[in-house]
């Protein structure tokens, strides 16, 4: 089974895709957590590695062709806002493709409780951290985030609680025709 959950930030990709990998035992490989690790090596805010990506497109590339390696093996949650387009693209067919959408003031609170940060600063960061990565997206692999399109399912996930959008997503996974 291969999973592919995406959303922008503070839609909840990671907790749902924590939950999935425990309830169907998959491996959970994150695309943020891998960008992450990249800015704490380098020494770096993550918007400050962001504007770096922006002009070094192999930080981008090496994250994506990591989660299709991994992808290629099988059981696995995969949590990325590209990570559908990249299976896609390589011809690696996901068992379902999720996006988690929310409001942006919705996602805006989520990631100021999560970050310990005021709403402007939330705001600004996320404002800031979308635009360089729908800039990045575009440029390298001319992919629109806005399209979504190639996923099975769309979630808002400000309508329901934690455990409505993962019972909504476990509906859909246990009613697979070829899981």
Known sequence: MIITIGGLPGTGTTTMSKLISEKYNLKHVCAGFIFRDMAKEMNM??????????????IDKEIDRKQVE????????LEGRLAAWMLKNNNVN???SIWLRAPPMVRC????ERENEDL???LTKM?????SEKKRYKEIYNIDIDDLSIYDIVIDSSTWNINGVFNII?????????K
């Open 45 to 58: 805010e993550l918007q400050e590695f962001s504007k770096y990506a922006e002009e070094n497109p192999e």
């Open 70 to 77: 991994m992808a290629k093996e099988g059981n696995i949650v």
């Open 94 to 96: 996901p068992t379902l």
């Open 109 to 112: 609170e989520r990631i100021s």
């Open 120 to 122: 402007d600063t939330a």
């Open 127 to 131: 404002i800031n951290r979308e635009n």
């Open 170 to 178: 476990c509906e859909a996974i246990d009613n697979l025709e070829n």
